[in-house]
């Protein structure tokens, strides 16, 4: 099982609809990362969070350390969302210290939203 | 916009030979990391330097793969001899990390590497 498991996979939305993206991990962490890759694309850092939630336009991070779970809504989608989002953590001990970097990946999340 | 700058974007090369993967960190940024993405394995920590030191490599195949940051401007990561194996997308990204902890991490665009 790996640490860090999205859900779904794959995901088609219709223009303007709310999406929910899920991100959960077995390991302490002390951040997490939600990126996004474009196809053929580079890779973006949406949010990094530790605690409660973020908001940047129309995406919104949430985090539960107690549950150990993650999610990443996008509001009113649009077909320019369409791309993948990895979740990725840092393990609990390593954000800040000599050992920062070793960011755990999920699998990704296949986004397309149709006009 | 301050940008990670790799090249080259893409490489085509034969097995057995030597393949050189460069980038520009952010200036000011004080941490680089080199990932690997394959279909396959996904998203890879192949190694990553603090204020220019090495500090965890672990990723990375030794026998074959090499990475240095000569200066503050240039992180390189090398491969020699290439194998078909190692035919993928190779991102640096580039980090801040203070007291407070870390934040603030930028990707490159990736160099695409095949080996035929």
């Known amino acids: 099982k790996n640490e860090v498991e999205q859900s779904p996979q794959n995901l088609t939305a219709q223009e303007g609809e709310f999406i929910t993206i899920n991100c959960s991990y077995s390991?302490?962490?002390?951040?997490l990362h939600w990126l996004q890759q474009h196809p053929g694309g580079g890779i973006v850092s949406l949010f990094m969070l530790s605690s409660g939630k973020k908001k940047h336009g129309r995406l919104i991070a949430t985090i539960n350390i107690q549950e150990k779970h993650s999610s990443l809504h996008i509001t009113a989608s649009h077909p320019r969302d369409s791309a993948v989002y990895i979740c990725a953590v840092y393990p609990r001990g390593y954000a800040g210290g000599t050992s920062y970097g070793k960011l755990t990946f999920g699998q990704g999340t296949i986004l397309t939203v149709h006009p | 916009d301050a940008r990670v700058t790799q090249t080259p974007r893409h490489k085509v090369t034969e097995m057995g030979q030597e393949v050189t993967m460069r980038c520009q960190p952010i200036?000011?940024?004080?941490?680089v990391f080199w990932y690997r993405q394959t279909m396959m394995q996904g998203l890879e920590l192949l190694a990553y330097f603090r204020n220019r030191a090495p500090l965890d490599d672990s990723g990375m195949p030794k026998d074959r793969f090499s990475a240095e940051m000569p200066d503050a401007t240039l992180a390189t990561l090398k491969i020699q001899p290439s194998e078909p194996r190692d035919s993928a997308v190779y991102f640096c990204?580039?980090?801040?990390?203070?007291?407070?902890?870390?934040?603030?991490?930028?990707f490159g665009a990736g160099s695409r590497l095949t080996v035929l």
């Open positions: 200036l000011g940024h004080n941490t």
């Open positions: 390991v302490g962490i002390s951040a």
């Open positions: 990204a580039s980090g801040l990390v203070s007291g407070a902890g870390a934040n603030v991490l930028t």
